[in-house]
């Protein structure tokens, strides 16, 4: 057979993972390493000596990642029939092949996060518990959490114990039954149900066994418990596993991830072999240095170098600010004067710890009319108008789907009240069937008006009549819904509802024509799994706006991370919450620096706006780890430019001073607010001098000397 690909361009650490056949391996994968690369090239490898495509599975982490990875593999072979997908497509896949061993319906719903919302104040009110106490927000983090620990029901009720896990014990129960009723899973579920089908049906993880004969997995820092019990069921037969990630890239832990996956995979599987991908082609050694030198500081991480193979370039550059606007103001006037010199727009990208420190440099965008675009793909299919089109396809794919009947027959007026719905939904409780079927049977809800009875019916039939289209294209079959359902006129004018409606039809018909057979319920189950770096459009002429959780995997040549600030990166949730959650903050500081390749600004605010406060920021301890000296190290005076609304510095040849700091490491304190604590460390910066303060209620915080107001223990006040 003529290879298909060369491994002579390859690093001797790529060859390596490349040309490793059968048996465990661990590919730990540095920031820019080509990762992705190596995975390709391996599965042209393995189809090259004679493994055969279908007999191939590679996991990613999301849909565009995926459609990267399939791409670069046609290029690489001209073999088909690997199978390339995410952990939740995957599961979506086995759930829908095995649907009676899994307990489910084939067509059942994946409800989103505001269906899940829906869900969750409906069981708390059936539990008759007061949204204060139990809000849904709170409750489906919670369940979320019991569910990635793979902890079912049963298992949870048999070790709740007080009030609170008593009744969150029966919230988790009527939650599950509503999804139930719906013949819908959540996100949780698709993982959940694949990991016990796996454990309880051997048969099942023989058959899968010998169709995955080899399992890829990318980004396995990142998995949870259930994941991880997916990959090893389906590897258990033939140990023909290989992972690659990084710990360092671990940030997650938030939503269930747990980085102790990676670090424990030579334990799980003995005779793996590892390989270290430490070349980085990606960012110049002045950027990886400074990265290297802040995720030292984490502990829970595997060993490994940054070496760099491009030349060196520009220092990092930390920029102090007055605030939040007049730092927004000079991350865009330096994004104004790259694309003044010709800089592509594409190649400049702003990060930042929460999404809503993006209006500050969305205004400053806006008045100097530079092109940029927000990545937070997620929040476009929770519009209104696209989640009630969807509505209609949802209740067309899955008919017992009551949610999406609600949504769909209340997206305007149709003569049909509320209290007809509810008498609706009284017949179909006692009928034991859905909203649906019992519209179609309308005529036997004698406490309904015949008018409206007429009109329910009509609703149901003309989605019977559109259900037998579901099975081809789905542009079509979705211009045609929202003429015939009356959204089209329902929506009238509203420009920007049309505009929204037209790129969801347009991003259909882009699905039609990417896959072989395309149908309405994998198109919703596309939807259903989009992630916010879906929707990262990297030809868009614009710069980009994102969250740096968003910008993983993803590569500038241009990089600004705003607000590094205690309490804002790392959050002051981490801070709070120990150890553990400041090394996940460390990483995600980490990534942002990792994904430019020639330039990266970083900057924090003397002052912030945080919950409607005008609040004083410290700088973030972050900044001390890359070698930040404090601004009074090197500027002995500071100007306020009225005309650039920015602090400008004005270095001079004069020795700073430092001041004498009254404290010392391991002295008891106490602070106002936060009570007794003892100095862990001591950073003399003159008058901008930091404290960092284990208290005795676990938190460690970073404290600026001179605002901190502490008082020694022990020691009267004068």
Same mark, same amino acid.
Request: charge should be negative; proline fraction near 4%; include cysteine.
């Given at each position: 057979m003529t290879p298909s690909i060369s491994i002579d361009c390859l690093t001797a650490s790529q060859r390596q993972a490349v040309l490793h056949k059968d048996g465990p391996l661990l590919v730990l994968a540095g920031p820019g390493s080509g990762k992705t690369r190596v995975i390709t090239c391996r599965i042209a490898q393995l189809i090259d000596s004679g493994v055969r495509p279908w007999n191939i599975c590679?996991?990613?982490?999301?849909?565009?990642?995926?459609?990267?990875?399939?791409?670069?593999?046609?290029?690489?072979?001209?073999?088909?029939?690997?199978?390339?997908?995410?952990?939740?497509?995957?599961?979506?896949?086995?759930?829908?092949?095995?649907?009676?061993?899994? &307990?489910?319906?084939?067509?059942?719903?994946?409800?989103?996060?505001?269906?899940q919302q829906r869900c969750m104040k409906e069981?708390?009110? !059936?539990?008759?518990?007061?949204?204060?106490?139990?809000?849904?927000? *709170?409750?489906?983090?919670? =369940?979320? *959490?019991?569910?990635?620990?793979?902890?079912?029901?049963?298992?949870?009720e048999s070790r709740a114990h007080d009030y609170f896990t008593k009744n969150a014990a029966q919230v988790y129960r009527r939650y599950q039954k509503i999804l139930k009723l719906n013949n819908a899973l959540d996100f949780d579920d698709l993982l959940v149900r694949t990991a016990f089908l796996l454990r309880d049906h051997p048969e099942v993880r023989q058959s899968l066994s010998h169709r995955f004969h080899y399992l890829l997995i990318d980004e396995y820092q990142d998995t949870n418990r259930a994941q991880y019990q997916i990959a090893k069921g389906i590897a258990l037969a033939h140990h023909n596993i290989c992972v690659t990630g990084d710990p360092d890239q671990a940030i997650y832990r938030w939503r269930g991830a747990d980085i102790g996956n990676i670090l424990a995979f030579e334990k799980d599987w003995p005779e793996t072999v590892v390989v270290k991908l430490e070349e980085n082609f990606r960012s110049t050694p002045n950027i990886l240095g400074k990265a290297d030198q802040l995720i030292a500081f984490n502990t829970r991480r595997k060993q490994k170098k940054l070496i760099a193979t491009r030349p060196a370039g520009q220092d990092i550059e930390i920029q102090t600010c007055d605030d939040e606007n007049a730092e927004a103001r000079y991350v865009a006037e330096q994004a104004q004067a790259m694309i003044e010199k010709k800089i592509d727009p594409n190649e400049i990208a702003v990060f930042y710890r929460v999404n809503s420190m993006s209006r500050a440099i969305e205004e400053a965008f806006v008045q100097r009319q530079l092109p940029y675009q927000v990545v937070r793909g997620?929040?476009?299919?929770? *519009?209104?108008?696209?989640?009630?089109?969807?509505?209609?396809?949802?209740?067309?794919?899955?008919?017992?789907?009551? =949610?999406?009947? !609600? *949504?769909a027959i209340g997206t305007h007026s149709r003569g049909i009240g509320k209290t007809s719905i509810e008498r609706l939904e009284e017949f179909a409780r006692i009928q034991g069937i859905s909203l649906l079927s019992a519209a179609l049977r309308a005529e036997q809800v004698e406490t309904i008006n015949r008018p409206t009875r007429l009109r329910l019916k009509e609703f149901a039939q003309m989605i019977a009549q559109f259900q037998q289209k579901v099975q081809g294209p789905t542009a079509p079959l979705m211009e045609e819904v929202f003429t015939a359902s009356g959204l089209a006129g329902a929506f009238g004018s509203d420009e920007d509802a049309i505009e929204n409606i037209d790129?969801?039809?347009?991003?259909?018909?882009?699905?039609?024509?990417?896959?072989? &057979?395309?149908?309405?319920?994998?198109?919703? &189950?596309?939807?259903?799994?989009?992630?916010?770096? !879906?929707?990262?459009?990297s030809s868009s002429g614009r710069v980009s706006l994102m969250s740096l959780h968003a910008a993983?995997?993803?590569?500038?040549?241009?990089?600004?991370?705003?607000?590094?600030?205690?309490?804002?990166?790392?959050?002051?949730?981490?801070?709070?919450?120990?150890?553990?959650?400041?090394?996940?903050?460390?990483r995600l500081l980490f990534v942002g620096m990792t994904r430019a390749r020639k330039t990266l600004g970083i900057s924090y605010a003397r002052h912030r706006?945080?919950?409607? &406060?005008?609040?004083?920021?410290?700088?973030s301890q972050f900044l001390y780890e890359i070698g930040f000296a404090g601004e009074s190290r090197a500027v002995q005076s500071e100007q306020w430019d009225s005309g650039s609304d920015q602090y400008m510095y004005e270095p001079q040849d004069v020795p700073s001073v430092k001041t004498s700091i009254p404290y010392r490491v391991d002295e008891l304190v106490e602070h106002s607010k936060f009570g007794m604590g003892r100095i862990k460390e001591i950073l003399d910066l003159g008058e901008d001098s930091i404290v960092v303060v284990k208290f005795l209620s676990g938190n460690t915080k970073s404290l600026m000397l001179k605002y901190a107001n502490l008082r020694k223990v022990g020691v009267k006040e004068q």
């Open positions: 590679a996991i990613t982490f999301t849909n565009k990642a995926a459609e990267e990875m399939r791409l670069r593999v046609e290029r690489s072979t001209p073999a088909s029939g690997v199978y390339l997908s995410t952990f939740h497509s995957l599961c979506v896949w086995i759930l829908r092949r095995y649907p009676e061993e899994a &307990q489910v319906k084939a067509n059942f719903s994946i409800f989103d996060a505001g269906d069981a708390i009110k !059936d539990s008759k518990l007061e949204a204060a106490s139990f809000s849904p927000a *709170r409750m489906l983090e919670y =369940v979320s *959490r019991l569910k990635n620990e793979l902890e079912d029901v049963e298992d949870f997620i929040e476009f299919y929770a *519009r209104k108008e696209v989640r009630d089109l969807l509505s209609y396809l949802k209740l067309m794919a899955n008919p017992e789907d009551n =949610v999406a009947f !609600d *949504r790129s969801l039809i347009s991003a259909a018909a882009a699905y039609d024509r990417r896959v072989e &057979q395309p149908n309405l319920t994998d198109y919703l &189950q596309m939807v259903s799994l989009y992630s916010d770096s !879906d929707a990262y459009d993983k995997g993803l590569e500038f040549d241009h990089v600004f991370i705003v607000g590094l600030e205690d309490g804002v990166l790392p959050h002051e949730r981490s801070i709070e919450a120990g150890p553990e959650d400041m090394e996940e903050e460390r706006v945080i919950r409607g &406060q005008f609040i004083r920021s410290t700088p």
